[in-house]
Every structure is written in structure tokens, then in C-alpha cells.
């Protein structure tokens, strides 16, 4: 069975840039969430996903958008990169409310 | 606001060391407490503990959660340099997680 795969492994990008990750879920997994993590802030929630609707989302600022679409993939999208924004960017998702999530190995964007 | 707290930090030990790592939290609403190991890039998920569910065993790890108090504990006996990686804990609160900042260890030979 097939884990949570994210692509790009790696992004580089300037800023004022725009960026889109990709993530597609486990199979038969809808629910869908994506995390920021950095040294200094730690693992983050960004947004979750469920059945292409967003049903939470963090504390982040409006140029973090997502969508997920019917075979429940899903993308995230910053717009307007700052420095701030470079991070690991993990995607996971879960069978259900009593099942633990599984995580990809998640997107390294560097905005230089 | 939820909130969980891990400790130790870090924590250094040799091979074969029992180690203890902690997590308290202080939530409004509990559903249940994750366990992550993270080496590299991709948290590995550990152990999920809920009200019906408060003691888990996984060869030489295992956890126990005190509803009462309020935390949960991960136990790793034997160590092996393998151990070594960030350990998160996180709470799920409504379809998000909520991470402690991670104890990473480190295991000599």
C-alpha cells in the first residue's frame, strides 16, 4: 500500500514568488491536512481537507491557500513568498477520526 | 488555546539506557494523544491513546496516559543508536494536531 507521497521533495524560490505543493493521500483516505514545520516554531497546522472541503484552518495569513479535488489529492499554494515562509511543508492523512495520521516526507521550500 | 508541552528537551544517552519522555497538555475538549518518531523528514506515527485506550506496547516502546493529571509518557527500553530522532507528542483537537515542541534523543554506542 502506498504512503502519502509530496511532491517536490525540494523548491527553491525568490521572493515575491508563488508556489504549488502537491499531495496525494493513502488510498482510501480522504482527509487531508497540511503542516509547516520549522526550527523555530515547531510542526504547525496549516489546513485540513475533507471529502474537497476545508473544515479547519491555522493560524496562517491569506497567501496560504489549499484545494483538494475529487480523487482527494490535494494542493497547497503560498503566494507572495517571504524569507519566512521557507520551511519543510508535510501533508498527512488519516482512515478516520479514530485512526492516527500518516505523513509524507514532506516538501523543503527555500525562499531566498 | 490548547496546548502541550514536551520534556525533556534533548536527552543523550548509551545504548542500552531506559529512557522516560514526557508530555503534558492542557486542552478544553480531549480526544487523544499521538506519538511521532521523526528521524529525517516524515514523522512515523507511534501510538495514538484515547479515554478507552490509555496504555500501549510496541517491543521495547511503550506509552501510558493519565487523564487525571494530565500527561502522557513514553518509554523506550534498551536503547539502540536507531532510537536516536525528535519524539513528538500532539493532541488532536478537531481534525488538527497539536504538537509539543519534541524531545530529541540521541543514542551513543
Known amino acids: 500500500k502506498a504512503g502519502v507521497t509530496q511532491t517536490p521533495r525540494y523548491l527553491i524560490k525568490t521572493r515575491g514568488q508563488q508556489v504549488t505543493l502537491s499531495c496525494s493521500p493513502i488510498s482510501g483516505h480522504r482527509s487531508v491536512s497540511w503542516y509547516q514545520q520549522t526550527p523555530g516554531q515547531g510542526l504547525q497546522f496549516l489546513f485540513e481537507?475533507?471529502?474537497?472541503?476545508?473544515?479547519n484552518k491555522g493560524n496562517f495569513p491569506g497567501r496560504f491557500s489549499g484545494r483538494q479535488f475529487s480523487n482527494s489529492r490535494s494542493e497547497m499554494n503560498v503566494s507572495t513568498l517571504e524569507l519566512g515562509d521557507s520551511a519543510l511543508y508535510l501533508c498527512?492523512?488519516?482512515?478516520?477520526?479514530?485512526?492516527?495520521?500518516?505523513f509524507g516526507s514532506g516538501t523543503r521550500l527555500t525562499v531566498v | 488555546e490548547d496546548k502541550v508541552v514536551q520534556s525533556p528537551l534533548s536527552l543523550v544517552v548509551h545504548e542500552g539506557d531506559t529512557v522516560t519522555l514526557n508530555c503534558s497538555y492542557e486542552?478544553?475538549?480531549?480526544?487523544?494523544l499521538l506519538w511521532y518518531k521523526q528521524e529525517k523528514k516524515a514523522p512515523t506515527f507511534l501510538f495514538m491513546l484515547?479515554?478507552?485506550?490509555i496504555e500501549k506496547k510496541s517491543g521495547r516502546l511503550s506509552s501510558i496516559l493519565d487523564k487525571k493529571e494530565l500527561f502522557s509518557i513514553l518509554n523506550i527500553t534498551a536503547t539502540q543508536t536507531g532510537d536516536s530522532a525528535v519524539y513528538l507528542c500532539?493532541?488532536?483537537?478537531?481534525?488538527?494536531?497539536?504538537f509539543g515542541t519534541g524531545t530529541r534523543l540521541q543514542v551513543f554506542p
Open positions: 484515547t479515554s478507552s485506550g
Open positions: 486542552v478544553t475538549n480531549f480526544r487523544s
Open positions: 500532539a493532541h488532536v483537537n478537531t481534525d488538527k494536531l497539536i
Open positions: 481537507y475533507f471529502s474537497e472541503t476545508q473544515r
Open positions: 498527512a492523512s488519516r482512515a478516520g477520526s479514530n485512526y492516527g495520521y500518516t
